[in-house]
């Protein structure tokens, strides 16, 4: 017996509820049965059915106002009702609707269609139960993904808000160049998370108001392999390692932390150098105050080709030049 398929069947004749039984028995469910409204409503909060089979005309509560009652409950709100009735007329099917149902079948049934119907709304409430879960996991993940960039952003203040500044404008710009659709959310996390290597930076390079020592760069510098080795494991982060390992590649192959050059560096990560750079660049420093946007630009030109994509720089400086950003 499958706990999943947990099926309430409401009718206050003895036969008809017999008849279900036999046809879906078969099937493997587990049948529960309910004879009137009120009965229906408390076996359902007992028992929170997978789908409820539910006749219109009962003494007391009719079909109808149990319905709307299931809809309006915020635990069983959800669950899928099918209307077996003797009624055939329009007027029926559509009060049926109006008061909440999926699905409805009329009197006397037929086993196969009853069991072809059943079979296919539990599909689709096992898909619908398995997208929620999907999109919780989603919501758990992003949230884990955001605390881990505040936590950086409370170790080194001199960049807070960064993250997300230079996230938004990533994922304009990925537009712009024509990434799919489909792949922008890997974008967006790859750029959330570019700095997360810093996590093991100790706070004393990462924090310190000036100039780093040669010594203390070589440390700064494995920041992206630190990204890698902490994201790589984790298979929902596999397609946005791209950026946190590679955006301080350069073009000319003089970046690092693997001297990749040219159309050698991911596609992303060359986006995001760009990106990366205009917003330090436009943001106050211990050591200087934030430039304006036309000397960005002027430094970004030049070092087209150097630091950064030729094409893409056109693009980004075209993008940026319209003001509308």
């Known amino acids: 017996m499958n706990e999943s398929t947990n099926i309430l069947i409401v009718d206050d004749n003895a036969a008809n509820r017999d008849t279900l039984e036999s046809l879906l028995v078969r099937l493997g469910h587990d049948l529960r049965f309910a004879q009137n409204g009120e009965d229906a409503l408390a076996k359902a909060k007992l028992h929170r059915p997978d789908l409820i089979l539910l006749d219109i005309h009962m003494p007391g509560m009719d ?5 709307k009652n299931i809809r309006s409950d915020p635990v069983l709100g959800d669950v899928p009702i099918v209307f077996t009735t003797a009624n055939d007329d329009k007027k029926s099917k559509l009060e049926a609707i109006n008061a909440g149902a999926d699905d409805f079948i009329t009197k006397p049934i037929d086993g196969m269609e009853i069991r072809a119907r059943v079979k296919m709304i539990l599909r689709l409430n096992r898909y ?15 949230e884990t993904l955001n605390g881990w960039v505040r936590a950086l952003d409370a170790r080194d203040s001199e960049t807070e808000h960064h993250s997300n500044r230079v996230t938004l404008l990533t994922k304009i710009f990925a537009q712009r160049t024509g990434i799919a659709d489909q792949d922008l959310e890997d974008v967006r996390r790859g750029a959330l998370l570019h700095d997360i290597g810093k996590i093991g930076v100790s706070d004393h390079i990462l924090r310190k108001p000036g100039p780093l020592t040669n010594e203390e760069w070589v440390i700064m510098r494995t920041h992206p392999q630190n990204a890698y080795d902490m994201l790589e494991p984790i298979k ?15 073009w000319d192959g003089t970046g690092y932390p693997r001297q990749l050059k040219g159309d050698a560096i991911p596609f992303a990560a060359r986006i995001f150098a760009v990106v990366d750079v205009w917003d330090a660049l436009l943001s106050d420093r211990p050591y200087r105050k934030a430039w304006t946007r036309e000397k960005a630009m002027e430094y970004i030109s030049a070092n087209s080709g150097t630091h950064f994509d030729p094409v893409l720089t056109v693009l980004f400086l075209k993008m940026m030049s319209e003001g509308n950003i």
């Open 236 to 250: 929902y982060l596999s397609k946005s390692l791209d950026i946190p390992y590679c955006h301080h590649e350069k």
């Open 63 to 67: 079909g109808y106002e149990v319905c």
């Open 128 to 142: 619908g139960k398995l997208k929620q879960v999907h999109n919780e996991l989603q919501d758990a993940y992003e």
